[in-house]
């Protein structure tokens, strides 16, 4: 095979151990359960590459046992894939992902809610392309498709459903320093319990570097979001995280609004560290499908010791509320702080430790859900293995 079209496959495999301790695992305002917890993930992140062609993916799991309560055990998995194909001036590619997981953590990640610990199964798609107008201009787009199943969600308030995104957007390299953008997207949301919503976001902003350690970004727009549910649809009743009753709508909801966008970063370069401050206001539908307006500020800073020790520290608040008009009990507030530590023990091994703190105070009750967890984890790296062929 000529050196022109020979494919150069990598592969890096790593394997962790994390044991801690949560004292509310489900991040409750009572009925705290609280247990030691250990956690073997073994994973590899691969990828294969021509000079006209490529692929790279994630193959991770997560088998996560508690010592106080084996009905939270979960097995977890991830495997993504993302593949490009590229000429002369575009890029066309295809993604596609199956996740196994447990909604609290990652939801909120993605929208400050915390319900319960329930497994669900996420299966998406995203084709994408971008073309090259001229040297400096893009031009992009990309469709997802994304299906959310809850998994024994019995009565704790979780709806199956199902996500359709789209977005243009073009972007153009001013100069040296910034690059001006606008992007509009569409998404589409249903859920099993026949509700329906639809979100359309115009957004525009530019990035720029002031100096080599210092750059930044500004983006801000207006968003348009309409919902619809049936007469009959039941209606979920909350009071912070707990569900006081589940009844019948008696009559159908249509809810139109208008709302703005915004997302801004500032990130700082030192000689031993970094840090960036992030903050945005969008709209988001991880959560039964129902539209969100999440505002985020997230402070991440990083620091070098040695070539062996790095200490990192996150800060991240949330604003939750909710879109569809009708209800104000999933309006809260969501704060998180975690320092922690990496150690690189050895060429192929290191450990990092972290303490996390969470809490979660909600407009409808005086209550609060508030977590302290701490873990240690031990990784292994294998070599990279790569061929040539």
Do not use: C
């Amino acid at each position: 095979m000529s050196a022109s079209h020979a494919a150069e496959w990598k592969i890096d495999p790593t394997i962790r151990f994390r044991a801690g301790y949560n004292d509310n695992l489900r991040m409750s305002t009572n009925d705290k359960i609280s247990s030691a917890e250990a956690t073997l993930s073994p994973g590899t992140v691969f990828s294969v590459k021509t000079p006209a062609s490529g692929a790279s993916g994630t193959i991770a799991f997560d088998f996560t046992r508690f010592e106080d309560n084996s009905d939270l055990d979960s097995d977890n998995a991830r495997i993504e894939l993302n593949s490009f194909h590229k000429s002369e001036r575009s890029l066309a590619g295809l993604d596609a992902a199956f996740i196994r997981d447990t909604t609290l953590d990652t939801q909120l990640e993605s929208t400050g809610l915390a319900f319960d610990r329930v497994n669900r199964q996420r299966r998406s798609v995203s084709p994408n392309w971008s073309y090259m107008i001229t040297e400096r201009t893009r031009l992009s787009a990309n469709y997802r498709y994304s299906d959310v199943e809850y998994l024994n969600a019995d009565e704790r308030g979780f709806v199956d459903f199902t996500l359709n995104s789209a977005q243009a957007s073009v972007s153009h390299v001013v100069n040296e320093r910034s690059t001006a953008s606008g992007t509009l997207s569409a998404t589409r949301s249903d859920n099993s319990n026949d509700n329906e919503s639809t979100n359309i976001n115009l957004q525009a902003g530019t990035t720029y570097r002031f100096s080599e350690t210092l750059s930044g970004s500004l983006f801000a727009g207006v968003r348009y979001t309409e919902v619809r549910a049936p007469a009959d649809s039941p209606i979920i009743v909350r009071s912070g995280n707990r569900i006081i009753s589940i009844i019948p709508r008696v009559e159908k909801l249509s809810n139109d609004e208008w709302g703005s966008t915004f997302s801004a970063s500032v990130t700082k370069t030192y000689l031993r560290g970094e840090a960036g401050l992030t903050a945005s206001r969008d709209i988001s539908n991880d959560f039964n499908g129902e539209p969100i307006e999440v505002l985020r500020v997230s402070l991440d800073s990083l620091y070098r010791f040695s070539e062996t020790l790095t200490a990192a520290l996150n800060l991240q608040f949330y604003r939750s509320k909710s879109s569809s008009g009708e209800s104000g009990s999933l309006d809260r507030d969501y704060y998180q702080i975690e320092p922690r530590f990496i150690w690189k023990l050895k060429k192929f091994w290191s450990l990092s430790g972290s303490y996390r703190y969470r809490e979660q105070t909600f407009d409808d009750i005086r209550d609060s859900a508030k977590q302290n967890a701490a873990y240690l984890t031990l990784t292994y790296h294998w070599p990279r293995i790569a061929v040539s062929r």
